[in-house]
């Protein structure tokens, strides 16, 4: 049967003492492009991926991010006004990692009817990225295995402020057929804070299309279409402090034997396309028991230019991935509540030099994680959960450019429980602790043994990182506080800790993380 | 609303095309760019030095290139590969980037061979690649590569031995310490009296360069040697110090160097200019422009000359300067890999010198090759081999 907003209403009073809402997966660690725009800042966080959030997001709009589904989101209207505020720092990390990650920002969305069969959604944020003892690099998106990536000698701060804009239409055409769209804007920039000064300029787009189809009340199929259109400007001036100070520009191409230039001046272009499609479905057969899934496949593509004046094309980068999902929640009883959570996420990317049309390097990945889930409610007050999951990663690089060959196979381990109280009518509280290991079943690296400092001295520990084995402890609070009757307070703290136990590269070290999100959610008539 | 019918119609139409997307790759509808079948360092190459002298043929019954030294430099990663031909003439390198490299072939003839040769025990007779100075080795490129080789008698007996322009560090925008030297390579005495010192016109402003010019050297800055013949003598193995300005520099600079004891002055005398009385002075012969003799802080080139300077020959705002009376040149930059963008002929320097930022006190010099005896400075016509970065200039002496 498909929810209408009765049902949905009903629903949710009936489970009141549970109104948490489920965030976006969150434990994947690889989940990593083109489908996060409009998912980041969505819904609400507890850190529980398959249990207490009574099966809300369990459509084609939240997993599946098809937004012709917009129509049947269990939403509320409302306008929310959320601060994030993230801090990651500590020595274990890849070395192109920044000590300090931290990241602020400030949203505000809302999503409205516009009338009987059009909804609208939209939102605004400014976020700023600081990374704090950043050494070489500034290229704002880093960590995506594109080789080709461009610093100077210095280790400090950089900042990138930007600003974010979403906005979702969805249309029903008729009783069984919806169409929606979906459209990210971002803009930003950054600024290495010691001399030479470096700044970036990024802007984003991303637009999505999606169409649903009911073919019978239990049941209901989608696809989606994705472009994504991405520029990046890096640029190095002749700065005043720099003017006495020499400047040394690293251009890497892959792990080892940058291109190193004493130079002042330098440009870099990156244009970045991405087309997806995908296909998804849900299958709710009563409030008992939901699935949703989806198939996902598309490629980014990155061509990089140098040089201000006469542009050439110094790399190019494409990624091709496969992404699948499956998702279902199943109430056995009044009390008794399971989910369950499968992805499957495979990666080849290929890099090239385009001046002598010779392959570069190469890298193929892969993971399937599997989650579990199991909530009992206790009393009217009182629930309880358990999560446990485990994610099966494989990945394989052949740098040709620097010689340097790894492939790594790992299973990480991941345990979590939760309890969630009311302390009245109108304040819960839901707490939880999660522990994950990381154990690797095979791990080879080789490499040139004439590499240079670069690579021996520096980036070996981006290959030694994803190799050691480590132990995360993670504790989270989750509130929620509804006030006058049409407002809501929501707040989420997150604390992690994440100690490394296998590598002498990494030994007394540690990386630990932050999260602490705040929402006020005023609910529109 | 529209018919129901139609719309499970439409629907199987949209169904059926995403499966078909999702069955044939995207990258294939959107004519991305195909992967390279070419993997980097795979290729084996070949290069064949070819003998256009016929000494070889004379020597050995082939054309082919015995026991030559060759060098590749790599453009952008600047490693260097010395290998020596076999008895084919080849040369067979793998597990190199894809790069273009600066190829520095030499073959000394023996006097023995010489005296097959020719009848001479000539020692100073020697093929080089003076045709192919750059290759560009890639994988996608072919693997079986033919260099032709010259005879060349001898060699510059009087070259550029070091250009120290950036400027010292910590002193500001501090620019009057530039200097040139020059170095007598040969095993005799030479005469520097009215050799020219000439700046090779470029204007970076509108890339204007005179480059592929077929037979001249474009100057707007040409100065000569005082002297009417044999007034000033330069011994084998001698340095000789040109400076912009003829003092003692750590006075207005602590980085700075002291030129106080130069060999000669680059004295402008219709313009506010230093001069040292001291210090003979070179004899401007035209600079229309600036307060004294100014080379660039990051990019440049110098050629020497024994062109006379009555018979100089006007184009333009510009002096011309005949390639075949270039003792030497030399062109630095501050990208030196930027070969493309270089604005001295390749005849007369294949390659870049540079590299280095303003105000960093850094200097180019020649590459020391031979110190027993004499020193013999590297000189292949080549800046990007012949040349390398000291971290302090070394006016009148070898570092």
Request: charged share 25%; proline share 3%.
């Given at each position: 049967?498909?929810?209408?907003?009765?049902n949905?209403?009903?629903?949710?009073?009936?489970?009141?003492?549970?109104?948490?809402?489920?965030?976006?997966?969150?434990?994947?660690?690889?989940?990593?492009?083109n489908?996060?725009?409009?998912q980041?800042?969505?819904?609400?966080?507890?850190?529980?991926?398959?249990?207490?959030?009574?099966?809300?997001?369990?459509?084609s709009?939240?997993?599946?991010?098809?937004?012709?589904?917009?129509?049947?989101?269990?939403?509320?209207?409302?306008?929310?006004?959320?601060?994030?505020?993230?801090n990651?720092?500590?020595?274990?990390?890849?070395?192109?990692?920044?000590?300090?990650?931290?990241?602020?920002?400030?949203?505000?969305?809302?999503?409205?009817?516009?009338d009987?069969?059009?909804?609208?959604?939209?939102?605004?944020?400014?976020?700023?990225?600081?990374?704090?003892?950043?050494?070489?690099?500034?290229?704002?998106?880093?960590?995506?295995?594109?080789?080709?990536?461009?610093?100077?000698?210095?280790?400090?701060?950089s900042?990138?402020?930007?600003i974010?804009?979403?906005?979702?239409?969805?249309?029903?055409?008729?009783?069984?057929?919806?169409?929606?769209?979906?459209?990210?804007?971002?803009?930003?920039?950054?600024?290495?804070?010691?001399?030479?000064?470096?700044?970036?300029?990024?802007?984003?787009?991303?637009?999505?299309l999606?169409?649903?189809?009911?073919?019978?009340?239990?049941?209901?199929?989608?696809?989606?279409?994705?472009?994504?259109?991405?520029?990046?400007?890096?640029?190095?001036?002749?700065?005043?402090?720099?003017?006495?100070?020499?400047t040394?520009?690293?251009?890497?191409?892959?792990?080892?034997?940058?291109?190193?230039?004493?130079k002042?001046?330098?440009?870099?272009?990156?244009?970045?396309?991405?087309?997806?499609?995908?296909?998804?479905?849900?299958?709710?057969?009563?409030?008992?028991?939901?699935?949703?899934?989806?198939?996902?496949?598309?490629f980014?593509?990155?061509?990089?230019?140098?040089?201000?004046?006469?542009?050439?094309?110094?790399?190019?980068?494409?990624?091709?991935?496969?992404?699948?999902?499956?998702?279902?929640?199943?109430?056995?009883?009044?009390?008794?509540?399971?989910?369950?959570?499968?992805?499957?996420?495979?990666?080849?990317?290929?890099?090239?030099?385009?001046?002598?049309?010779?392959?570069?390097?190469?890298?193929n990945?892969?993971?399937?994680?599997?989650i579990?889930?199991?909530?009992?409610?206790?009393?009217?007050?009182?629930?309880?959960?358990?999560?446990?999951?485990?994610?099966?990663?494989s990945?394989?690089?052949?740098?040709?450019?620097?010689?340097?060959?790894?492939?790594?196979q790992?299973?990480?381990?991941?345990?979590?429980?939760?309890?969630?109280?009311?302390?009245?009518?109108?304040?819960?509280?839901?707490?939880s602790?999660?522990?994950?290991?990381?154990?690797?079943?095979?791990?080879?690296?080789?490499?040139n043994?004439?590499?240079?400092?670069?690579?021996?001295?520096?980036?070996?520990?981006?290959?030694?990182?994803?190799?050691?084995?480590?132990?995360?402890?993670?504790?989270?609070?989750?509130?929620?506080?509804?006030?006058?009757?049409s407002?809501?307070?929501?707040?989420?703290?997150?604390?992690?800790?994440?100690?490394?136990?296998?590598?002498?590269?990494?030994?007394?070290t540690?990386?630990?993380?932050?999260?602490?999100?705040?929402?006020?959610?005023?609910?529109?008539? | 609303?529209?018919?129901?019918?139609?719309?499970?119609?439409?629907?199987?139409?949209?169904?059926?095309?995403i499966?078909?997307?999702?069955?044939i790759?995207?990258?294939?509808?959107?004519?991305?760019?195909?992967?390279?079948?070419?993997?980097?360092?795979?290729i084996?190459?070949?290069i064949?030095?070819?003998?256009?002298?016929?000494?070889?043929?004379?020597?050995?019954?082939?054309?082919?290139?015995?026991?030559a030294e060759?060098?590749?430099?790599?453009?952008?990663?600047?490693?260097?590969?010395?290998l020596?031909?076999?008895?084919?003439?080849?040369?067979?390198?793998?597990?190199?980037?894809?790069?273009?490299?600066?190829?520095?072939?030499?073959?000394?003839m023996?006097?023995?061979?010489?005296?097959?040769?020719?009848?001479?025990?000539?020692?100073?007779?020697?093929?080089v690649n003076?045709?192919?100075?750059?290759?560009?080795?890639?994988?996608?490129?072919?693997?079986?590569?033919?260099?032709e080789?010259?005879?060349?008698?001898?060699?510059?007996?009087?070259?550029?031995s070091?250009?120290?322009?950036?400027?010292?560090?910590?002193?500001?925008?501090?620019?009057?310490?530039?200097?040139?030297?020059?170095?007598?390579?040969?095993?005799?005495?030479?005469?520097?009296?009215?050799?020219?010192?000439?700046?090779?016109?470029?204007?970076?402003?509108?890339?204007?360069?005179?480059?592929?010019?077929?037979?001249?050297?474009?100057?707007?800055?040409i100065?000569?040697?005082?002297?009417?013949?044999?007034?000033?003598?330069?011994?084998?193995?001698?340095?000789?110090?040109?400076?912009?300005?003829?003092?003692?520099?750590?006075?207005?600079?602590?980085n700075s160097?002291?030129?106080?004891?130069?060999?000669?002055?680059?004295?402008?005398?219709?313009?506010?200019?230093i001069d040292?009385?001291?210090?003979?002075?070179?004899?401007?012969?035209?600079?229309?422009?600036?307060?004294?003799?100014?080379?660039?802080?990051?990019?440049?080139?110098?050629?020497?000359?024994?062109?006379?300077?009555?018979?100089?020959?006007?184009?333009d705002?510009?002096?011309?300067?005949p390639?075949?009376?270039v003792?030497?040149?030399?062109?630095?930059?501050a990208?030196?890999?930027?070969?493309?963008?270089?604005?001295?002929?390749?005849?007369?320097?294949?390659?870049?010198?540079?590299?280095?930022?303003?105000?960093?006190?850094?200097?180019?010099?020649?590459?020391?090759?031979?110190?027993?005896?004499?020193?013999?400075l590297?000189?292949?016509?080549?800046?990007?081999?012949?040349?390398?970065?000291?971290?302090?200039?070394?006016?009148?002496?070898?570092?």
């Open positions: 049967m498909m929810l209408s907003k009765e949905i209403l009903r629903l949710r009073d009936s489970n009141k003492y549970c109104s948490f809402k489920i965030c976006f997966l969150m434990l994947f660690l690889f989940s990593l492009g489908n996060t725009f409009s980041d800042y969505k819904e609400f966080e507890t850190g529980f991926v398959t249990i207490f959030n009574q099966g809300f997001n369990l459509d709009y939240y997993f599946g991010n098809n937004p012709a589904y917009l129509n049947f989101s269990l939403d509320d209207e409302f306008l929310s006004l959320k601060n994030v505020t993230k990651s720092e500590g020595e274990f990390k890849k070395f192109y990692t920044p000590r300090t990650d931290q990241t602020f920002g400030f949203f505000a969305s809302g999503k409205k009817s516009i009987s069969i059009q909804k609208f959604k939209g939102s605004f944020g400014f976020s700023k990225l600081v990374r704090k003892n950043w050494d070489w690099f500034f290229t704002r998106d880093y960590d995506t295995d594109n080789p080709f990536l461009i610093g100077d000698s210095t280790s400090c701060n900042r990138i402020n930007g974010l804009i979403n906005a979702q239409y969805a249309i029903t055409i008729s009783e069984k057929l919806s169409a929606g769209v979906n459209l990210d804007y971002i803009v930003d920039e950054g600024l290495k804070t010691v001399s030479p000064r470096p700044t970036s300029e990024h802007r984003d787009i991303h637009g999505k999606g169409m649903g189809y009911s073919i019978n009340k239990e049941l209901s199929l989608g696809f989606t279409l994705d472009v994504t259109d991405k520029n990046e400007q890096i640029s190095y001036r002749e700065d005043e402090g720099s003017l006495t100070q020499e040394i520009i690293l251009k890497f191409k892959g792990y080892d034997f940058p291109n190193v230039l004493r002042k001046v330098e440009t870099r272009y990156s244009y970045i396309n991405g087309y997806a499609s995908g296909i998804t479905f849900a299958y709710n057969n009563s409030d008992d028991f939901k699935l949703a899934g989806f198939i996902n496949s598309g980014e593509k990155n061509n990089i230019k140098d040089d201000a004046l006469d542009p050439k094309g110094v790399g190019f980068w494409k990624d091709d991935y496969l992404e699948v999902g499956l998702k279902s929640s199943k109430q056995f009883s009044k009390n008794i509540i399971t989910g369950l959570s499968y992805r499957y996420l495979k990666r080849n990317g290929w890099a090239k030099y385009p001046p002598t049309d010779v392959l570069y390097y190469e890298r990945l892969y993971s399937h994680s599997l579990a889930g199991y909530e009992q409610i206790i009393n009217r007050d009182i629930s309880a959960g358990l999560e446990a999951g485990i994610s099966v990663f990945k394989k690089e052949d740098d040709h450019y620097s010689v340097v060959n790894s492939s790594i790992f299973n990480q381990y991941f345990g979590k429980i939760g309890i969630n109280y009311h302390w009245s009518e109108d304040v819960s509280s839901l707490l602790y999660a522990v994950s290991a990381r154990a690797n079943h095979k791990y080879e690296l080789n490499y043994e004439k590499g240079s400092i670069y690579f021996v001295n520096a980036r070996i520990y981006d290959l030694i990182y994803l190799e050691t084995a480590f132990l995360q402890h993670s504790f989270s609070l989750t509130s929620e506080v509804n006030i006058w009757n407002d809501m307070v929501l707040f989420h703290l997150n604390y992690s800790t994440i100690n490394p136990f296998s590598s002498d590269a990494f030994k007394n540690r990386r630990s993380e932050f999260d602490f999100i705040i929402e006020y959610r005023v609910k529109v008539i | 609303m529209m018919n129901t019918r139609m719309f499970k119609i439409f629907y199987k139409f949209l169904f059926a095309l499966i078909s997307v999702l069955s790759s995207c990258s294939d509808i959107l004519g991305t760019d195909p992967k390279p079948e070419k993997t980097e360092r795979e084996e190459f070949q064949t030095l070819k003998d256009n002298s016929g000494f070889m043929q004379i020597l050995f019954g082939n054309d082919k290139v015995r026991s060759v060098t590749l430099k790599s453009n952008l990663l600047g490693n260097e590969y010395n020596t031909s076999d008895s084919n003439g080849v040369i067979k390198i793998k597990g190199i980037i894809s790069d273009n490299y600066i190829i520095t072939v030499t073959r000394k023996s006097s023995e061979e010489m005296e097959i040769i020719s009848g001479t025990t000539a020692t100073n007779v020697k093929l003076k045709k192919t100075r750059i290759l560009q080795l890639t994988a996608a490129s072919p693997v079986n590569i033919d260099v080789m010259d005879m060349v008698v001898g060699g510059s007996s009087i070259i550029i070091e250009i120290y322009a950036c400027g010292p560090q910590g002193s500001g925008l501090y620019y009057h310490d530039k200097y040139v030297e020059v170095f007598n390579q040969s095993d005799s005495v030479q005469y520097l009296d009215k050799m020219m010192i000439a700046i090779v016109y470029t204007n970076s402003n509108t890339g204007l360069h005179y480059r592929d010019d077929p037979e001249y050297i474009h100057s707007k800055s100065w000569i040697f005082p002297g009417t013949g044999k007034d000033y003598p330069i011994q084998p193995g001698q340095f000789v110090l040109c400076a912009e300005d003829a003092i003692d520099h750590r006075m207005n600079a602590p160097v002291d030129l106080s004891q130069a060999d000669f002055e680059f004295y402008k005398d219709d313009a506010p200019d040292n009385p001291a210090i003979p002075n070179m004899i401007k012969i035209y600079q229309t422009s600036g307060n004294d003799w100014l080379i660039g802080g990051e990019t440049g080139a110098l050629i020497l000359s024994n062109f006379s300077a009555d018979s100089l020959l006007p184009f705002d510009q002096f011309l300067i390639y075949r009376s003792f030497d040149g030399v062109e630095y930059k990208d030196p890999t930027k070969l493309d963008k270089k604005i001295l002929n390749e005849g007369i320097d294949a390659g870049s010198a540079g590299g280095i930022q303003f105000y960093t006190g850094k200097s180019m010099e020649r590459i020391l090759i031979s110190d027993i005896g004499r020193k013999i590297k000189d292949e016509n080549n800046s990007s081999v012949d040349f390398m970065i000291i971290n302090a200039p070394s006016p009148g002496k070898y570092h």
